[in-house]
Each structure stands twice: as structure tokens, then as C-alpha cells.
DNA sequence: ACCTGCATGTAAGTCGTTACATGATTGA
DNA sequence: TCAATCATGTAACGACTTACATGCAGGT
């Protein structure tokens, strides 16, 4: 129940992986996860919370009170399995590109190529992103059980990214060059 | 300011294609920008009153008070232009199958395979909705000025189907076929 | 007479982000 | 000793959804 599954999936599930403390879970979403799923800092420690109550985490309080490790406890373990056979529950679609370009008409043409080469920049970042992330995590990752999985998320990422820059080479192509229609004869 | 801007944009831009009454309009975003942007109904009405009150969109209070269409004014045309003309906002990921896959360890080979036959499934009927909305609209909005933006839009939608389809499809070889380690000798 | 669809709004409550507040440890 | 980084938490605020409440018009 309360702080919505999905949360407990992340943090659960990143301890699934290994025990970590708080802020490293927080710094491990945020680099790997954090492109696919996003948890704020703010929903990390009162989930650790509630699933610490509820015995489905430990608290390994170090040496030190102030740095505790986290580990998954086998209820956890039990929870996490039944979180991950819920259907997940989608999120509305928001899209900011696909809002503005919309209503194009209203922004003017020229403005709209801008818009679309922005999102062909920015899919083709990703697009590296996702190939070096790839190739740095086949290195530190790539002899666990957790890889092949880990690897198709991100392979889902490639695809994504290929299919806007295809989108956008044809929008680009449609939208046609830029002052066609304004100064030149 | 109020109200999140991209929530104004939605309205104004309903209202840059034609004037329409709140009902209409919460329809207009559910069927067609729904599949790309989405505003909750509590959000339209509150909104309105607010660009009403800034002089944006006026009321045309038909004959009868019970049914007044908006429409926009040219301060709201130049307030449109100004909100799309602002870099997209953009929302956190929120991908609840690739968060569910990222954990494919723990969930089992089997039930990832499922979750991803079922991600299919669902780009399948996304294409299918797409073109027939391509389609459909092609014949009511084919010769508006609108039209060329709305169409990028559906293309957007399109190829982003399509490349999950591939996606699942790889993602299906790599996790091999079912039971191929359990019942059969 | 009644049901469905059009139409307008409000209020409560959830969800999630951000900013804030605090302190320990470590290396320069 | 001073700054940066690791570390833990809270509180306020804002965004968004849902459910609720109401009523008219038109067709059967």
C-alpha cells in the first residue's frame, strides 16, 4: 500500500542487486535506472522506511550510527516478486515535443524545424549515451545474473532513440528547408 | 504564470483550431492529443477561467447560459506563441515495464517473456490506432492548415510503435523459447 | 416518464518534487 | 583548517486525478 508500489519496486529492487545505503541507492538510480525511471530523493527515504517497519528491509547500522546498509530481507524478497507481477499501472503521456509541434501552424514552419533538429539532437545524445553506458557496464556488470536483463532495458533505449531520429529525418524532410517559401526568389 | 504552462497550451491551442465549448474540448484532447498529451478534466475548467480573466480566450455565451463556447483572442494567439515558443518542460521517465525488466532476475525468465509479449501486444494496437486515426483524420482534417502538424505528430506515434515492436521481438530471441530449460527432456 | 449524452463545475486527496537543515569524513 | 563529498532526513508546496454534485435537452 501506501507510497505507491512502483516506488518499492526501484528500491527493493535495487537492493535485490546489492545492499546499499540510502544514498547510494539514490546515485545508482539516478545514473542506470534513472534513464528509464525516476524516483526523487524524497520518496527514497520514507519508502526505506515503511519497508524497514514492514521487515522487508534491514538496517545494517555500520560501525559508524551515521552510514547504514541496506539489505533486502527474504519477505522482501517475496514482496518484490509480487510488485513485479502487478500490471504496470501506466503513466498518462506527456510529451512536450509532440504537444508544441501539435499546434505547429500557430508556432510557424520555421520554428517548427528548429524544434524537430532540437529532438534530433537531443535522441542522437541519448543514442550515444545509451552505447557507452552499454560497453561500461559490460565491463562492471556483465558477468552478473542481472546483466541480460539490464541490457535489454537499455537495449529498449537504442531502439527508442533510432526511431525518433528516423521520425525527425522525415519530419525535417516534409517541413523542408528553412526560408523555401520566405526571401530567396 | 498559475496553472503549469503546459496545461495553457493545450487549451489555447484547442481553441487556435477552433472555437469549442470546455466539454468539447476535453474530448478533442482526450481522442486525438490524448495519445500524446493528456489534461485531466479538473485541470480544463480552472484553466479557462483563469485565460478568460487574463483576457486570452473570451466566453461567447451562447443563447442559452448553459453552454458557453470559448474562443481565443488575439492576446491569447500572442500568449500561444510565447508558451510554445518555450523549451519543452521535460517530464521524468516513467517507464514501468523497463523498470519491472530492469529486475527480470528476480521476477524469472518466463514472466519477463510474458511482460514483453505483452508490451507487443500493446505497440501492435498502438499502430493499428494510429493509422486508423491517420486515416480518419486524413478525410475530416485533410484540408486544414492544421493538418501537416497533426500528421507529424501521429508519425511521431508511429515510428515510436513500430520500434517497440522490434524491440520485443529481439528481446523475445534473446530470452529464448519458453520451458527451454524446465519440463521437456 | 425515463434514460443517455451534453455540459459545468468543486473539493478532497494523492503523489511527488524541491528546498531546507544538519552533520560526519576525508583529502588538500 | 577548509572545502568537497558522503550521508540522512523533514517540511512545504505544487501538480494532477478522482469522485462528487448538479442540471438541461432530446430521443424512445
Redo the contacts with the bound molecule.
Keep these: 500500500m501506501?507510497?505507491?508500489s512502483?516506488?518499492q519496486i526501484a528500491v527493493l529492487g535495487a537492493l535485490s542487486i546489492e545492499p546499499m545505503?540510502?544514498?547510494?541507492m539514490?546515485?545508482a538510480i539516478r545514473d542506470v535506472l534513472g534513464h528509464f525511471w525516476?524516483?526523487?530523493?524524497?520518496?527514497i527515504?520514507?519508502t526505506?522506511?515503511t519497508l524497514e517497519e514492514a521487515g522487508h528491509v534491514e538496517r545494517r547500522g555500520g560501525a559508524?550510527a551515521?552510514?547504514?546498509?541496506f539489505a533486502i530481507t527474504p519477505s522482501g524478497t517475496a514482496r518484490l516478486v509480487e510488485l513485479l507481477t502487478e500490471p504496470a499501472q501506466k503513466t498518462?503521456p506527456?510529451n512536450g515535443l509532440l504537444l508544441r509541434l501539435f499546434f505547429g501552424r500557430t508556432l510557424g514552419r520555421d520554428r517548427c524545424r528548429e524544434l524537430v533538429q532540437g529532438a534530433r539532437n537531443s535522441a542522437e545524445g541519448r543514442l550515444v549515451e545509451y552505447e557507452e553506458l552499454l560497453d561500461r557496464l559490460a565491463g562492471t556488470e556483465g558477468h552478473t545474473p542481472d546483466w541480460p536483463y539490464i541490457r535489454l532495458t537499455i537495449l529498449a533505449g537504442i531502439h527508442d532513440a533510432r526511431a525518433a531520429i528516423a521520425w525527425a529525418d522525415e519530419a525535417l524532410a516534409e517541413l523542408g528547408t528553412p526560408h523555401e517559401e520566405s526571401d530567396s526568389p
Design positions: 501506501a507510497r505507491s512502483q516506488t545505503t540510502a544514498y547510494a539514490r546515485e525516476s524516483e526523487s530523493f524524497g520518496q527515504y520514507p526505506l522506511q559508524r551515521r552510514s547504514s546498509v498518462p506527456r
